[in-house]
Structure formats: C-alpha cells, structure tokens
C-alpha cells in the first residue's frame, strides 16, 4: 500500500521560506511532485522531479522554489524562498509508481502579514 506523508507547511510572511517534506513508502517511485489548490481555484502542478533529477517548474515559481528527492529515503522536498501571497494553497506531495498515481493528504501553506 503506498502511502504519503507530508510536512513543513505553515504561515509565513511575504519573502519568508518554507521548505515541504513528502516521505513515500509501499513502493518504487518514477516522477514524484508537488501541487497546489488555492482558494476557488483548481489543483495546478508546482514542480516535478524525476528518479534521474530531472525537474519541471511552474512558470510562476521558477528561480524561487526548488524541488529535489533522496531516493535512498523515497523522500520529495519543496525549498519555498521569496514566497508570495499568492503562493497561498494547499499542497499536495505526488508519486507515480506501478501501484498507480498516489496522493498525500495536503498541507496548508499560509503567506500574510
């Protein structure tokens, strides 16, 4: 059974970081990712990366957050920096496997003053 358990969400300032942990168990992983859904909006895709490293950004967050895995701990991090209000949304950690598509079960990321 694969399960996703997420952290590192929170509230934070605008220009503040957050750094996201998804730890992946019950299977191998392929591509493994990060998504969002703001308020009155859809589930949007915020990065990937692959088992080789290999990466795909949202044009809106391109050159302030990094996505990266250890595959040794089949654990997917978000570095969140210059955040944003807008960035505001909960995110949901994602893995493909030959179990199928799973999903976390999300973790609320805040930015206010």
């Known amino acids: 059974q694969v399960r996703l358990v997420e952290s590192g969400g929170g509230l934070v300032q605008p220009g503040g970081s957050l750094r996201l942990s998804c730890a992946a168990s019950?299977?191998?992983?392929?591509?493994m990712g990060w998504y969002r859904r703001a308020p009155g909006k859809q589930r949007e895709l915020v990065a990937t990366?692959?088992?080789?490293?290999?990466?795909n950004y949202q044009d809106s967050v391109k050159g302030r957050f990094t996505i990266s895995r250890d595959n040794a701990k089949n654990t997917v991090y978000l570095q969140m920096n210059s955040l944003k209000p807008e960035d505001t949304a909960v995110y949901y950690c994602?893995?493909?496997?030959?179990?199928?598509?799973?999903w976390g079960q999300g973790t609320q990321v805040t930015v206010s003053s």
């Open positions: 994602n893995a493909h496997s030959l179990l199928g598509n799973s």
């Open positions: 019950g299977s191998i992983f392929s591509d």
């Open positions: 990366v692959g088992s080789g490293g290999n990466t």
